[in-house]
């Protein structure tokens, strides 16, 4: 079995810092690309940002572009998401995982529970 434990969330004012952590409970090294996604109330989970294994390619969403980065380190398997200038926008329940998701024992992706982001205008 696996673990995501997301942590880091919180309730800040718009303009705002946040910095989410990831922590997995299994080698990230041999993940070719980690991932956060962020599901609105009411919304659809999106993908935020990802990145390879060695950094070399990292992408973001348009709505996060130059305001989000993301991160990780393999030797401690965690993946991290630094979020500035924060929008009433970007609040969301936050979630990492693999891409695709880690495959649990019957087919469904393992996923953690997140970490609440709020932002207020």
């Known amino acids: 079995q696996v673990q995501l434990v997301e942590s880091g969330g919180g309730l800040v004012q718009a303009g705002g810092s946040l910095r989410l952590s990831c922590v997995v409970s299994?080698?990230?090294?041999?993940?070719?690309?980690m991932a956060w996604f962020r599901q609105a109330p009411g919304k659809q989970r999106e993908l935020v940002a990802t990145?390879?294994?060695?950094?070399?390619?990292?992408n973001y969403a348009d709505s996060v572009k130059g305001r989000f980065t993301i991160s990780r380190d393999n030797a401690q398997n965690t993946v991290y998401l630094q979020m500035n200038s924060l929008k009433p926008d970007d609040t969301a329940v936050y979630f990492c995982?693999?891409?695709?998701?880690?495959?649990?024992?019957?087919?469904?992706?393992?996923w953690g529970r997140g970490t609440q982001v709020t932002v207020s205008s």
């Open positions: 299994r080698s990230i090294d041999s993940i070719r690309t």
């Open positions: 990145i390879t294994s060695n950094a070399g390619a990292i």
């Open positions: 995982n693999a891409v695709p998701p880690i495959p649990g024992p019957n087919g469904d992706a393992y």
